[in-house]
């Protein structure tokens, strides 16, 4: 009985050795292709420089669900279709204005309104501006001190936290407006959320509530975060004016762009793989997130270029609205529902065409241990770990299907320089590192494609 048992584990380490050989060998084709042959680059210029920034109902939105299911189509995608969703319609209008002043003297401010902010009275807001740190020193003030003013909250983000430094500090953008208004504030300002020291102000999203007043929302840059807290310390009786023309329209129509390869075996098992099309407004949009719809888009290129089938769909999908609605996340999951789709994987990209560091996973106990079996493939470009916590915002709505849910994760020490700013333009993005996060995000695909994932049997 040992003997016949030693034979068959003689014989099966060498087919598993040549399995494990095969898969290595596509990855490397597909690594070459990308670098050698890849068009993620060169279609993201095209996005950057001939459709620009594209906020959700903007024309140059529309633009982008058309340019990017041309791309598709070159690409080789089997099917390309757009699916109907409805967007949030916000519009910033004329430049925004911010003015300090404190006795004689002025100093205009580099702002940019928080996405989402209502606009202030076309004659502007002026009135004093109190600085807090938190919203512990903002209660503390109360609606005596707070009533009438502008509330300034220079948060920094810690330098300290490698990583949530953003989500840390994203709080005073969201909630400040309503936390303000709760005590009087006729308007806040806030430090902009990023780590870098320079005159950009970023903006995002902000939140309202309900059953408090809503009031105006606008970011300054650090630098100038720096230079009034400063000022504040020495002069009483500082005013800021500022002006914004920003609305919330009725939502709009608009669409998430999808390509996709039909598996050859088992084409109801759908692979998803994505970044969002729509870009706040005041630049390219280009690391969030023309990178991660780029990267997908190569997804379905490269296997065509390489004359592989999947066994399973695999299908790119350019997510519409989700900087400040989540409308084509949502519509895309709702329609897999109503379809009975089998979505048995996702993976975005949604944090910058930086280099890839590792591939987050979430999924069950069974499936993440599954799917880190195949870990030591990705370790010639630069993959040795695949951490808990995959998964993203346009994907997030799959999680009740037991979709399991995966990331691209770049070296992230830049992104929040770049985040919502002017300067997320197409020159920040290197070539190279784009690729790589392509590489990542085609041979997970192929992989999953290729042996299908355990069903979702525990919790997620």
């Not at 006795?103 to 902010?117: D, E, I, N, P, R």
């Not at 009533?147 to 990583?163: A, C, D, H, Q, T």
């Not at 953003?166 to 990023?194: F, H, N």
């Amino acid at each position: 009985m040992r003997r016949t048992r030693a034979i068959f584990i003689f014989i099966l380490i060498p087919f598993i050795s040549i399995g494990q050989q095969s898969d290595s060998a596509i990855i490397k084709k597909i690594s070459d292709e990308i670098l050698i042959h890849g068009q993620a680059y060169e279609n993201l210029r095209f996005l950057c420089k001939k459709v620009g920034a594209r906020l959700s109902g903007s024309p140059q939105a529309a633009k982008a669900v058309r340019e990017t299911a041309r791309m598709l189509k070159e690409a080789g995608a089997d099917t390309v279709y757009l699916q109907p969703c409805m967007v949030t319609h916000w519009v910033r209008g004329e430049k925004e204005q911010g003015v300090i002043q404190w006795g004689t003297q002025k100093k205009a401010l580099h702002v940019c309104a928080l996405g989402m902010s209502v606009g202030t009275p076309a004659s502007g807001i002026r009135a004093g501006i109190i600085e807090v740190r938190n919203f512990e020193e903002l209660y503390a003030l109360g609606a005596e001190k707070v009533k009438g003013k502008i509330v300034f909250f220079n948060y920094p983000m810690r330098p300290e936290l490698i990583s949530g430094g953003y989500r840390d500090a994203v709080v005073y953008r969201g909630r400040g407006p309503v936390e303000a208004a709760k005590l009087g504030a006729v308007a806040i300002m806030i430090r902009s959320v990023t780590h870098a020291l320079d005159n950009n102000p970023h903006t995002g999203a902000t939140q309202y509530d309900s059953s408090v007043k809503k009031i105006p929302a606008i970011a300054c840059s650090t630098l100038d975060a720096e230079w009034l807290h400063q000022l504040l310390q020495k002069e009483k009786g500082v005013q800021l004016y500022m002006k914004m023309n920003c609305q919330l329209l009725p939502d709009a129509h608009s669409f998430n762009v999808i390509g996709e390869i039909r598996g050859s075996e088992q084409p109801e098992e759908i692979i998803t793989v994505g970044g969002h099309l729509d870009s706040w407004d005041l630049a390219e949009g280009a690391h969030d997130d023309g990178t991660g719809c780029m990267q997908a888009i190569e997804v379905i290129r490269t296997l065509k270029a390489l004359g592989l089938q999947p066994k399973r769909t695999i299908r790119a999908v350019m997510f519409m609205n989700e900087e400040n609605g989540l409308g084509g996340g949502r519509a895309y999951a709702a329609a897999a529902k109503k379809n009975n789709e089998q979505q048995i994987f996702a993976c975005e990209s949604d944090e910058g065409g930086f280099g890839i560091k590792t591939l987050g996973i979430n999924g069950t106990p069974e499936q993440e241990a599954y799917v880190r079996k195949w870990l030591p493939l990705f370790s010639s470009f630069g993959v040795y770990k695949m951490p808990d916590g995959g998964g993203g915002a346009d994907i997030g709505p799959l999680r009740s299907m037991g979709t399991m849910m995966s990331s691209v994760n770049p070296e992230s020490q830049l992104y929040f320089n770049h985040h919502h700013a002017p300067n997320d333009v197409f020159e920040a993005v290197d070539k190279r590192e784009l690729e790589l996060g392509a590489i990542g995000m085609t041979s997970i695909a192929w992989l999953v494609s290729k042996y299908g994932i355990p069903p979702a049997t525990g919790n997620n």
